[in-house]
């Protein structure tokens, strides 16, 4: 199997595990208005699409390695591409186990489900948003290993669209759940990546 496989092969079955638990979550109390969720799915959608999309979709007819500014990058001995594929699959284990701590608590939206409550334990100790930092090593991974303009410019569309997410969901829970809660929180905790400046 080839490194370039694999890194195909994590991303379906994580996105197939993630999505198959869906079913397993508390009851919906509250929720952000569904225009400002969908601005985000759109970046997601845009992000996404470019991240996979196949290289020779990408430049002019006959060209099937667009990327060829990054060579060097791409054509790194096989070890740099594992080492990019364990990194992917880091990321995934982080994420999976942030939303495993998270439990019947976790959404994909901005909602507040049943006995809701600030979760500072797990993962959420090292970050506020490990699904996020989880996703986004995986996507660097990915994004690096493929090494394309299009990917690259996926990834990055990806990163800006989780980090802003993530401002405003923690503007939802402040609000929802109570500042002095969250605010407590997030002052000992950094956002995105672990053991950096509150």
Not at 86 to 102: D, E, M, P, T
Not at 115 to 122: A, K, L, M, P, S
């Amino acid at each position: 199997m080839t490194p370039q496989l694999a890194a195909i092969l994590l991303w379906l079955l994580f996105l197939l595990s993630w999505h198959g638990a869906m079913l397993w979550t508390a009851r919906v109390v509250s929720r952000e208005k569904m225009r400002v969720q969908f601005l985000y799915f759109g970046g997601f959608v845009v992000g996404f699409a470019l991240l996979f999309m196949r290289p020779e979709w990408f430049g002019p007819p006959g060209v099937h390695r667009p990327g060829a500014w990054l060579r060097p990058l791409r054509d790194e001995p096989i070890a740099l591409a594992w080492a990019l594929v364990a990194a992917q699959l880091a990321g995934f284990a982080f994420a999976w186990w942030a939303r495993a701590h998270l439990g019947r608590l976790w959404s994909g939206g901005m909602t507040i489900r049943e006995d809701h409550v600030v979760v500072d334990t797990g993962p959420y100790r090292l970050v506020r948003h490990p699904i996020y930092t989880g996703f986004i090593a995986a996507i660097l991974g990915f994004a690096f290993m493929k090494a394309s303009p299009a990917a690259l410019a996926g990834g990055a569309t990806l990163i800006l669209v989780m980090a802003a997410k993530a401002k405003a969901e923690e503007q939802f829970l402040r609000r929802e759940l109570g500042a002095d809660a969250y605010d407590f929180y997030a002052r000992r905790t950094p956002m995105l990546a672990p053991f950096a400046s509150r």
